[in-house]
Each structure stands twice: as structure tokens, then as C-alpha cells.
């Protein structure tokens, strides 16, 4: 099993910045891909971003690309959100999941879930 667990959500202003951070504990040595998808309100869950364990390769959905980076510390077990620009649409839960295969871009690629952290931009 693999345990994640969220940190950093807030609220901020538009245009502001926030770091979300993910610690990752367990049989971590498995995972293949890190991601961050969001939910917001009546909406559902998307990809965010997602990073490659092993070699750091990283990936952006389109509404994020520029504003939003994604990183790991593989001796801390843990990955990063920096987010930049942020905007109202970004309001969202942001859950870091852990994958072993699969496409990163689909949830259900993902075995393991944190429980969420509530961001909230405000304008």
C-alpha cells in the first residue's frame, strides 16, 4: 500500500501563487507516475499534471501548461505543485495519486489517492 498524503491548499488572490506538496510513504518503490488531478464543484475529476517517478519526465493539461510545475524529491518521497497565475477557475480539491502503469492522463490509471487539498482563487 501507498499512503499520500496533501498539503499547502489556501486561499489566494488571482494572480497569486500557491505549493502544493505530496508525501508519499509505503511500498512507494512500485510507483511508475505521480499525478495531481482536481475536482471542482459540480464538475468532474481532471488531470492536472503528473511527473515519471523513475526519470522526471513531466506532463501539463493544456489549462495549466505555463502556469503550473510539477516536480519530486525521490529522498523526501514527495512531489510538488507550484502554481503560478493562479485564477478563479482553478478553484478546485486537488488530490496527488500514485500510479504503477497505465495512462497518466486517467484517473483510473491511478491506485492511490491522498485525501485533497481545497484550493480557492479568488478575484
Known amino acids: 500500500q501507498v499512503q499520500l498524503v496533501e498539503s499547502g491548499g489556501g486561499l489566494v488572490q488571482a494572480g497569486g501563487s500557491l505549493r502544493l506538496s505530496c508525501a508519499a510513504s509505503?511500498?512507494?518503490?512500485?510507483?511508475?507516475?505521480m499525478g495531481w488531478f482536481r475536482q471542482a464543484p459540480r464538475k468532474e475529476r481532471e488531470f492536472v499534471a503528473a511527473?515519471?517517478?523513475?526519470?522526471?519526465?513531466?506532463y501539463y493539461a493544456d489549462s495549466v501548461k505555463g502556469r503550473f510545475t510539477i516536480s519530486r524529491d525521490r529522498a523526501k518521497n514527495t512531489v510538488y505543485l507550484q502554481m503560478n497565475s493562479l485564477k478563479p477557475e482553478d478553484t478546485a480539491v486537488y488530490y496527488c495519486?500514485?500510479?504503477?502503469?497505465?495512462?497518466?492522463?486517467?484517473?483510473?490509471?491511478?491506485?492511490?489517492w491522498g485525501q485533497g487539498t481545497q484550493v480557492t482563487v479568488s478575484s
Open positions: 511527473i515519471t517517478w523513475s526519470g522526471g519526465s513531466t
Open positions: 495519486a500514485s500510479s504503477r502503469s497505465g495512462s497518466l492522463y486517467y484517473d483510473r490509471s491511478y491506485d492511490h
Open positions: 509505503g511500498r512507494t518503490f512500485s510507483t511508475y507516475v
